[in-house]
């Protein structure tokens, strides 16, 4: 199941029924599911979870594409896409009892996870913890806490769990 000491919610220090209020950013990726994993674990290990999908659509600029669609197109085309992918995140973390909500944000990528987040007044942000940098979602996390965003960024691994697996992530 990972290391239990920290994952701060399974702490004798805290409440047993807090709530724990985790976003956790989706796209095409399946590495952007890890997190459903990891949030599906603490609601097992008896925290109460309560997950805010967000896809974030980095606004079109490239006239090439602006030369055959409007903005309002564009934009119309990532969230009907969006939908797709946080219906079927919801649907899994439903089917896991956790209650969910679902936002799509057009800015980029760090500045639109760190703005939901303290918007929502998210308990942590989850992103997947991988060994390539630089592609959405696989250097998100790295960005995030580069960033020193305000809420604690828990990078995760394919199985749900928060252990450092790479050397490179190993503090």
């Known amino acids: 199941m990972g290391n239990l000491a920290i994952m701060k919610h399974l702490s004798p220090d ?8 985790l976003l956790i ?7 952007s599911r890890w997190g459903l994993v990891y949030a599906t674990r603490l609601a097992r290990a008896g925290a109460q979870v309560e997950v805010s999908l967000l896809f974030v659509a980095e606004p079109v600029r490239n006239w090439e594409i602006l030369r055959f669609y409007t903005e309002d197109e564009v934009r119309k085309h990532f969230q009907e896409r969006s939908a797709i992918f946080l219906e079927e995140a919801a649907k899994t973390l439903s089917e896991a009892g ?34 390539w940098f630089g592609l959405f979602p696989s250097g998100l996390g790295q960005k995030l806490i580069n960033q020193h965003c305000t809420i604690p ?11 450092a697996s790479f050397p490179a992530f190993q503090k």
């Open 14 to 21: 805290h409440p047993a029924k807090a709530l724990v209020r």
């Open 25 to 31: 950013p989706i796209d095409a990726t399946d590495e």
């Open 98 to 131: 956790i209650t969910s909500r679902t936002y799509f944000r057009e800015a980029d990528a760090v500045g639109g996870v760190i703005d939901m987040a303290e918007e929502l007044n998210c308990s942590e942000v989850v992103v997947p913890r991988t060994q």
């Open 153 to 163: 960024v828990t990078l995760i691994n394919a199985d749900g769990s928060t252990e």
